[in-house]
């Protein structure tokens, strides 16, 4: 099987809105998964069913037994979150400021604090409305660990592909360079930068490209809106061909995006125009360049 990751260097490029229609064009030959955790948005065009749902436990969390705790403060001293809260006298501990470390259970003397398994989120495996399987997720508000989180969507995707026998994994990356990224990049055979002609864009593109070239991984480029800013486009092609990335294409700017979101579809299902026919062959290029 074939891992196609589509990242970005910041938000709002229109990566996912990309992912999604690479989906669409796809039907139900390949494996979709959302590995964007912390704000995930591709089931809104997608539309997944939620068939199957787990809970996702990473890390632990400190619980205070208020039937054994003699409130004698030692955990309040020494917690250096600020997660040990006083209410009318009893202790309680603020699960979003806990971070597990296990340090007032040690200094209890009645032994009242336990460390338990923290669920951050939840997992799905969804039917999709082109009949195939998306692994998602959703990280549970003030949660961490989300490149944990990544991780269990990749391999549960990784599993259905080998079962299915699929050719191809196309997963969505978050934006930026912090470890979700550095978990959906692992294992990946091709990266598809998305990036827009801005300075923002520009600068993020060459942050997010050194990360992916440690990983020594193929990559290739979107610009997308590349007609709000030639000047800008050109310094970014000019910069594809130094590092030797495959320029894939250029989109144009158009509202027909926004539309298609509005109305939870892909661009590619939305409109027939050019972005249709640019997407399709930017997608076929890139199936070529993952099996090369």
């Known amino acids: 099987m074939n891992e196609i990751v589509i990242i970005s260097g910041k938000g709002g490029t229109g990566k996912t809105s990309i992912c999604a229609s690479f989906a669409y064009l796809s039907g139900k030959n390949i494996i979709v998964a959302d590995c964007d955790v912390d704000a995930a948005d591709m089931h809104l065009l997608l539309k997944p069913d939620f068939g199957q749902a787990q809970e996702f436990y990473s890390g632990e969390l400190a619980v205070i037994d208020s039937d054994l705790c003699t409130n004698c403060g030692k955990c309040f001293d020494v917690c250096r979150f600020n997660a040990v809260k006083i209410i009318d006298e009893q202790h309680y501990i603020n699960e979003v400021s806990c971070e597990g470390c296990g340090y007032c259970a040690i200094v209890c003397p009645v032994d009242a604090i336990t460390n338990n398994p923290a669920k951050v989120g939840h997992w799905y495996i969804s039917k999709i409305k082109t009949g195939t399987d998306m692994v998602h997720a959703k990280l549970g508000i003030g949660a961490d660990n989300s490149g944990k989180l990544v991780a269990k969507v990749k391999n549960e995707a990784k599993r259905l592909a080998k079962e299915q026998n699929k050719e191809f994994i196309i997963i969505d990356g978050s934006p930026?360079?912090?470890c979700p990224v550095v978990?959906?990049?692992?294992?990946?055979?091709?990266?598809?930068?998305?990036?827009?002609p801005s300075l923002s864009g520009i600068h993020d593109l060459k942050r997010v490209y050194e990360l992916v070239k440690k990983f020594r991984i193929k990559a290739g480029c979107i610009i997308n809106k590349a007609d709000i800013n030639k000047e800008n486009t050109i310094k970014i092609i000019d910069f594809l061909k130094e590092e030797k990335i495959v320029y894939i294409t250029s989109l144009p700017y158009d509202e027909n995006f926004t539309k298609a979101m509005t109305n939870a579809q892909t661009i590619v299902e939305y409109d027939n125009s050019e972005l249709k026919e640019k997407l399709t062959e930017s997608w076929k290029q890139i199936k070529k360049l993952t099996t090369e």
Not at 183 to 196: D, I, N, P, Q, R
């Open 176 to 178: 930026g360079v912090g």
């Open 183 to 196: 978990s959906s990049l692992s294992g990946a055979k091709f990266v598809v930068l998305v990036t827009e």
